[in-house]
């Protein structure tokens, strides 16, 4: 008998209705022979009105208390989905992050898993029940303070126990039908992916694809763990995420022989820009500045410095922050002006990246060419760039993005001729 880890987004239990037709699924799998852990977030958008509903209360929303409360999210979630089971007539137990063994460091709002111990949930399921797991919350092995492992974290909560409990399949049900070339929700003729690598699919959630988070397929890459992400709402199989095509793919049609050129494309709203005006061109400058933003435990993306003026000897640093971060960004640099040196600080919200993904990009020489030339065609003014070995990305204006992703998509030929991709629920929010 094979263990199966479920995960159900946010999208798949927004109602009661939701609820039902979920458990009613897991059953299915049960009935099939197999042992079921479920992992579920929080019902709909509540994540997101717990939010505004802190900031209500409080400018500074974060911290010990915020976890608490984000937490209650999916606690909600958790025992209902249980309740749907047992009146489906089958065994089912609800466990917190913490109960589940999810052990974290006690960052609150972004918490590291550092060790799971299922143990409560192994004896669960081996007495014959449904195990529902809380996503995206854990204990600080510390502090025993409960912690949250940062937005969209129950994609990793699902992994991380998938690896512990050693199970067959890590499965990720949400409201599209896979992995697509870009987001359903921007192109309609994105087409779904079969199977992608965990490279070009770290790529992709790094870029800003919230399908499924960067952390939960980093984690996935380290234990070999393959994912299987598709709806809740359709029964279609999805898209498989793995280190080999052979190694879970069960998809239709004809087994990929190798990478895809362009995996697909991928973009971001979340991000804003900060531009540090008038900095003296010498050596210390930008690790002065990078120094002030790295304590302030803010993650920069994007970095680029202009050539400096000759007249003056100045130049500019632009660099990309999550908008979240962008007040404590700011007024850190305000505090460090005088011993940085620089003239003024810009900061611009109003931007989007759109990045193109594919580890076919290494050994192809046109596409950087082919990308641009879309970009341009459409329309669209580039204001950073940044490249790997397998991504491109710019920043645009953010009113530019759709029309962006769509011609970038067209112009590598990735439109689907047949079907238009489905979105099954959601807000997109
Ligand atoms: P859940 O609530 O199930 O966690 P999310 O909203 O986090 O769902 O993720 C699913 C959403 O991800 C889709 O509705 C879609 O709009 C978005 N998305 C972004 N990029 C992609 C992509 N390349 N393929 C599929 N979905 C994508
Ligand atoms: N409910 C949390 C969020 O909205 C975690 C998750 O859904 O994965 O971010
Ligand atoms: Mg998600």
Known sequence: MGLVVQKYGGSSVADAEGIKRVAKRIVETKKNGNQVVVVVSAMGDTTDELIDLAGEVSPVA??????????????????LLAMAIKSLGHEAQSFTGSQAGLITDSTHNKARIIDVTPGR???SVDEGNIAIVAGFQGVSQDSKDITTLGRGGSDTTAVALAAALDAEVCEIYTD???????DPRVVKSARKIDWISFEDMLELASSGSKVLLHRCVEYARRYNIPIHVRSSFSGLSGTWVSSEPQGGYSGQGEMPVEQALISGVAHDTSEAKVTVVGVPDKPGEAAAIFRVIADAEINVDMVVQNVSAASTGLTDISFTLPKSDGKKAISSLEK????????????DDQIAKISLVGAGMKTNPGVTATFFDALSNA?????????????????????????????VHTAFGL??????????GGTGR
């Open 121 to 123: 949930i192994k004896s």
């Open 336 to 347: 460090a002006k005088q011993k940085i040196g620089f003239a003024s600080l810009r900061y």
């Open 62 to 79: 974060d911290g010990r208390e915020f976890d608490m409360l984000l937490t209650a999210g999916e606690r909600i979630s958790m025992a």
């Open 379 to 407: 329309g669209v003014n580039i204001e950073l760039i940044s490249t790997s070995e397998i991504r491109i990305s710019v920043v645009t204006r953010q009113d530019d993005v759709s029309e962006a992703v769509r011609a």
């Open 415 to 424: 439109d689907s001729e047949s079907d238009e991709a489905v979105v099954y």
């Open 176 to 182: 599209v039908d896979g992995v697509f070339t870009a």
